[in-house]
């Protein structure tokens, strides 16, 4: 199907910056959504910020501001950009993609959605 890396989490301090990348590989006819998404310990996984294939974008109220999403579609990768960076961004960070592949060589196309095994961040002194 299509699978999804994340990378370019890690340790760094408050007020620090770091960029998140996500690398969709795959069959992929179509990518329409783009989201990534964040899971505390002990805490639900929410969304952070969203990206549509129409160039539209949302971001959670933590993180407006601070935070932004892009892509470069020749690479289907994603990527969000966090600056000013709070020990409350501390979390592990998810890709979340949905779009349409090709099954085979049938022209059978599909639906997708699909998820990164996830990254670590963590924001500490």
């Known amino acids: 199907q299509v699978r999804l890396v994340e990378s370019g989490g890690g340790l760094v301090q408050p007020g620090g910056s770091l960029r998140l990348s996500c690398a969709a590989s795959?069959?992929?006819?179509?990518?329409?959504?783009m989201n990534w998404y964040r899971q505390a310990p002990g805490k639900q996984r929410r969304l952070v910020a969203t990206l549509t294939r129409s160039s539209s974008t949302n971001y959670a109220d933590s993180v407006k501001g601070r935070f932004t999403i892009s892509r470069d579609n020749a690479k289907n990768t994603v990527y969000l950009q966090m600056n000013s960076l709070k020990p409350e961004d501390t979390a592990v960070y998810y890709c979340n993609v949905r779009g349409t592949y090709v099954r085979g060589t049938y022209s059978d196309y599909r639906e997708f959605d699909s998820w990164g095994p996830g990254t670590q961040v963590t924001v500490s002194s």
């Open positions: 795959g069959s992929i006819f179509s990518i329409n959504v």
